[in-house]
């Protein structure tokens, strides 16, 4: 589903990655972990195509990154949901709007729309919220209303940028619960955490970075 | 309704963004005014000139004791040239009858001719599309050729000054008319682009979720459209509030005023002129969306 190969990026002569090779299968569920720097945020960047590769080749749900013409990119962005490290909501618009336009772009009729946001807004706790404003959530809110429009959709590929950096631990153990349901269904997860705690014991491939270096691999 | 979103997008955004929209409409509505007015002007001075022909004629003086054959000649002659619509024969009897009934108050001005000063000539009317002064200009020079002709007249300056006057008044307005759309479409130009940076961050996130160019797009679109629309309906009523409470009630107290042609018909035409306008300035305004 992902595949890496001897991909490197910088930013201004600094090495965010450095010759990066690794798969990640149809279904799996991936850590990402290593400290502040390490590269989490640029690797997602790069399947998303928020980014492009200095170096190497990327290949993502049999898409070649370096054969797509730009018209491609947003019919591929369209298979990956996304739950940004700053959420990316927009502030002028009701919870329910922001699920929804994930669904918008995709052209979905307002009755299923309707009928998927609230499922959506079920599964993180926060069909309450519906119609409440984004700056009137806690922060714990906000990340799972981005998680919310992540899954609404229903990708073949999750990627979570520190989807639990800002809540509790009990919503943290929730937000994990959930992604692994969204797995169990056959949808392909990268998690990017520096948190050990949220794959300790989980079972799951983790990919270990250290300044823009691949340094290891274990299971959690 | 999917294809409903991006309208209500663009309200949303209209009403958020009242008073930069507002202002951008009058604008726009200003310019489209003085463009039509100055369109008025132009059709108008168009159907002023159109009339010029019938009135217009050339005068050929014939010299004195010419024979019955050199007249002829100089008829045929005048009649075969490509420019000439009629040829009238007006013998000096007659040319004096027609003066003197011209001058009929003040008759005693020609109380002291003891003979007919007045020559023969012939009144040469040319085709309506042949009217102007490079034609009657070459025309004289074709016809001063023939033997028996003295004189033509034409009133060849005021005729160039009539057509100079009205080359220069179609070439001010044709520039005036694209300075000003030129201007409206960078008004409105502005305003989305001035939208469109506000939004920045909300485009990129659009981008980020898979938004295609014309999902993004559809609402600056529209919103353009909008503005340029309202701008086009409210000259309308400007341009129908000066037809009706200026030109029609002047109309009926000054003579002059009821020879103002006004095409209501085409006036029409200015909230979709406006839409035009809104949509060219927003498209341009958007430019190329790059992923």
Known sequence: MIHFQEVSKHYNNQTALRKITFSVEKGDLVFITGQSGSGKTTLLKLIYLAEKPDEGNISIAGWEIEKLKESDIPVLRRNIGVVFQDFRLLNNRSVFENVALALRIRGVNDKELKIRVFESLKIVNLRHRADSYIDELSGGEQQRVAIARAIVSEPTIILADEPTGNVDPDTSTGIIRTLNDINARGVTILIATHNRELFRHSGRRVLRLDHGDLTGEEIG | ?291
């Open chain 2, 1 to 291: 309704m999917a294809f409903l979103y991006p309208f209500r997008v663009a309200v949303r955004s209209i009403l958020h963004e009242k008073w930069i929209n507002l202002l951008s409409i009058l604008t726009i509505a200003a310019g489209i005014l003085f463009t039509a007015i100055t369109v008025l002007c132009l059709y108008n001075g168009d159907v002023a000139t159109k009339k010029l022909p019938e009135k217009f004629s050339m005068m050929l003086y014939l010299k004195d004791n010419l024979s019955q054959e050199d007249l002829e000649n100089i008829m045929n002659t005048t009649k075969k040239d490509e420019a000439v619509k009629a040829v009238k024969y007006i013998p000096k009897d007659k040319a004096l009858e027609e003066l003197k009934s011209t001058v009929k108050d003040t008759e005693y001005i020609l109380d002291g001719l003891d003979e007919n000063p007045l020559p023969d000539s012939i009144e040469v009317k040319l085709k309506d599309e042949a009217v102007g002064p490079e034609t009657a200009k070459k025309l004289t020079s074709d016809l001063m050729k023939i033997n028996g002709i003295n004189e033509i007249e034409y009133g060849e300056k005021f005729l160039a000054s009539i057509y100079s006057l009205i080359v220069g008044m179609k070439s001010i307005g044709i520039i005036f008319v694209v300075i000003m759309s030129a201007g409206m479409i960078f008004v409105c130009y502005s305003t989305v682009k001035i939208l469109f940076y506000r939004k920045n961050r909300e485009i990129e996130t659009y981008k980020l979720l898979g938004a295609t160019r014309g999902f993004i797009r559809a609402p600056f679109i529209i919103e353009g459209a909008v503005i340029g629309f309202c701008g086009g309906l409210l000259s309308l009523g400007g341009i129908l509030s000066l037809y009706y409470i200026v030109i029609f009630r002047l109309s009926q107290t000054i003579p002059l005023f009821n020879a103002i042609v006004f095409p209501i018909n085409i006036s029409l035409f200015l909230p979709l002129a406006g839409l035009l306008i809104g949509i060219t300035g927003a498209a341009i305004a958007i430019g190329r969306i790059r992923y």
